[in-house]
């Protein structure tokens, strides 16, 4: 059973960076695709970003692309999100996600998360 813990969340300004970190442990983390989603007050979670197993592809929700971007050390068993030029929207808590693939195909194919990270934009 795969455990995922998130960091590097807080309080930044609008227009203001962070990275948040994602230690995974539990099974062989190299082998299988991760991912970020986040959820907002009052709204649904949703996806943020994910990567293949081996890091060689990468994907983004259109709200965040060219802002964000998620990394993987396979020898840390660690995931990675860098959240530059922040927005008031991006406000969330922030979740770490696995599946059972090595793949990416859909956000709905993670089925571990972690308790979270809140990151909260001050406008």
């Not at 793949?103 to 089925?111: L, M, P, Q, S, V």
Request: with cysteine.
């Amino acid at each position: 059973q795969v455990q995922l813990v998130e960091s590097g969340g807080g309080l930044v300004q609008a227009g203001g960076s962070l990275r948040l970190s994602c230690a995974a442990s539990g099974r062989t983390f190299r082998r299988y695709a991760m991912g970020w989603l986040r959820q907002a007050p009052g709204k649904e979670r949703e996806f943020v970003a994910a990567v293949t197993w081996s890091g060689g592809s990468t994907y983004y929700a259109d709200s965040v692309k060219g802002r964000f971007t998620i990394s993987r050390d396979n020898a840390k068993n660690t995931l990675y999100l860098q959240m530059n030029s922040l927005k008031f929207e991006d406000t969330a808590v922030y979740y770490c996600a696995t599946g059972n693939d090595p793949t990416y195909n859909d956000y709905h194919e993670f089925t571990s998360w972690g308790q979270g990270t809140q990151v909260t934009v001050s406008s």
